[in-house]
């Protein structure tokens, strides 16, 4: 009897979990702007940066952060203290690695400084309900979600962000910034770009930046999908030219396919009256997608760069923080389980670290066919063209370009910091002593990540101070990379 009623009010519970509101607002004309400002005539526009930031909770954000900090440290100058994190043009972030991801892009360079203590070692949990002895924490769970919105994203708000939104984030910033989520029903990433929120007639430039985080974050059962609702028939939507040829072309790619019907469905569906947005890691965890599609859907060989870019860019650096842990051998030395909360949690896990292997395999496939692209692109260009957009044809060379592409991981490390690195859990507090470990794991994989120091040798906008600290011998180690002259 005690057992019928205990289930009667779980059932009776369900019903009433966890429910987070749409907050996307209608967009009443036009479209919505892009979120950057194109390349200025005074810039010379030779260097692009492009950063990916994987999740795994407070350890992605802590890891994510300590390769901003090699970066700065490596390249700062007299000239300019921030080094080649100017020079950084993309971000991109997935669950705990889109707040880093989402700060930088806000606040640039100058709020690398202080994030450790503003945000890495404060309780990120403190609005949340994480007991699993707490009965209703287990009912909201299993019925969508234990915490809402107003649980993680409220202390975003309070310590980051401060009501900042998309508009904001345009104003401020030279930084392309996605944020990455899973549309759960078209089982596809989700990015905060103006074109989706065009499909769903709807105005990015209101919405909140630590909602779209909330969303990347949102770990099914730990957190309720963050919901946007399609205003369509509120706005002139005309779906772009990329999307119709897609709907065609037996040649397009399956991301690309899965993109656009994810954007039709927004758009034209009846039965879409809402979009549920789980934590971006499901479909994505390095957040590269989204560059993979853009390079897919290119009406133009240069895109996502804008023709300017195109011709003034000499070398690109585009680098992957991966802070996922690699394996869990916690269960398999007995005969009985994985069961129940473990389960779920090896699948979900398995799962992102197939999705991650094989998205950041595509990327790459795709951004060695975009250099050929350009190069191709550039070298066909007339020399009129070049001197307009480039203002001179001094030291033009067309086929001098380079990108340089890599990935930083705990697997760069020594093996007894790999072990301890993997004992950190994926959530949103940590120990200091965590957080640190996971700062200094950053700073140094990334210290000694071979793509970087090639595309250090391969430039000389950096030669004001070559010294890096720290790799391989902790951080009284040093060695010395000498920039190269072209």
């Known amino acids: ?17 966890v429910l987070n509101t749409p907050r996307n607002a209608p967009l ?17 526009g030779e260097i692009y940066v492009g950063l990916a930031f994987s999740g795994g ?45 989402a700060y930088f892009g806000l606040t640039g360079p100058a709020g690398v400084i202080g994030y450790r203590d503003r945000y890495l070692i404060r309780d990120a949990e403190r609005y949340m309900a994480t007991s699993v002895f707490n009965p209703l924490t287990l009912i909201n769970g299993l019925s969508g979600g234990a915490n809402g919105r107003a649980t993680f994203g409220r202390f975003l708000d309070e310590t980051l962000f401060h009501g900042a939104t998309f508009g904001d984030l345009r104003k401020r910033s030279r930084v392309r910034t996605w944020i990455n989520a899973s549309d759960v029903a078209n089982q596809t990433t989700f990015l905060f770009s103006p074109e989706t929120f065009d499909a ?22 730990v957190f309720a999908p963050i919901t946007l609702e399609t205003h369509r028939g509120k706005c002139t939507y005309r779906e772009p030219d990329w999307l119709t040829a897609a709907r065609y072309n037996p040649e397009a790619s399956g991301a690309m396919k899965a993109h656009a019907a994810a954007l039709e469905s927004y758009a034209g569906a009846p039965d879409v009256r809402y979009v549920k947005l789980l934590d971006g890691g499901i479909t994505d965890n390095f957040g590269t997608t989204g560059l993979a599609v853009e390079r897919a859907r290119a009406q133009v060989p240069y895109a996502p760069l804008t023709e300017v870019e195109a011709v003034r860019l000499r070398r690109l650096l585009f680098l992957v923080a991966n802070a996922g ?17 473990q389960l779920a949690t090896s699948i979900a896990s398995s799962a992102m670290a197939a999705a991650s292997r094989t998205g950041y395999d595509a990327m790459r496939l795709q951004l060695d066919k975009w250099q050929a692209d350009l190069v191709e692109y550039r070298c066909a260009l007339p020399a009129a ?41 994926t959530r949103l507090r940590l120990d200091e002593s965590q957080v640190d470990l996971a700062i200094e794991a950053g700073r140094r994989a990334t210290l000694d990540n071979a793509e970087l120091n090639g595309f250090l040798r391969a430039t000389n906008r950096y030669g004001g101070n070559p010294l890096i600290a720290g790799a391989r011998g902790g951080i009284s ?10």
């Open 57 to 101: 909770g407070m350890r992605a954000s802590a890891f994510a952060h300590g390769m901003l900090l090699a970066m700065r440290e490596a390249t700062a100058s007299a000239g300019d203290p921030d080094g080649m994190l100017s020079d950084v043009r993309l971000v991109t972030g997935v669950s705990g690695g889109s707040v880093t991801a």
């Open 200 to 221: 769903l007639c709807s105005d990015l430039a209101s919405y909140p930046i630590s909602d779209a985080v909330a969303a990347s974050a949102a770990y099914p059962l």
């Open 385 to 425: 063209t070049v001197r307009r957009l480039r203002g001179t044809l001094a030291g033009w060379e067309c086929r001098d370009l380079k990108f340089f592409v890599g990935e930083v991981s705990f697997r760069a490390l020594p093996g007894p910091m790999q072990d301890r690195l993997d004992r950190i859990p």
């Open 1 to 17: 009897m005690k057992l019928l009623m205990s289930l009667a009010i779980a059932a009776g519970l369900a019903g009433c979990g």
């Open 477 to 486: 180690g040093a060695r010395r990379i000498t920039p190269v002259k072209n």
């Open 325 to 341: 842990v690699q394996k869990d051998y916690s269960w398999t030395q007995k005969l009985r389980g994985p069961g129940g909360v």
């Open 28 to 44: 009443t004309a036009g479209a919505n702007a892009p979120l950057v400002t194109p390349l200025a005539g005074d810039e010379d």
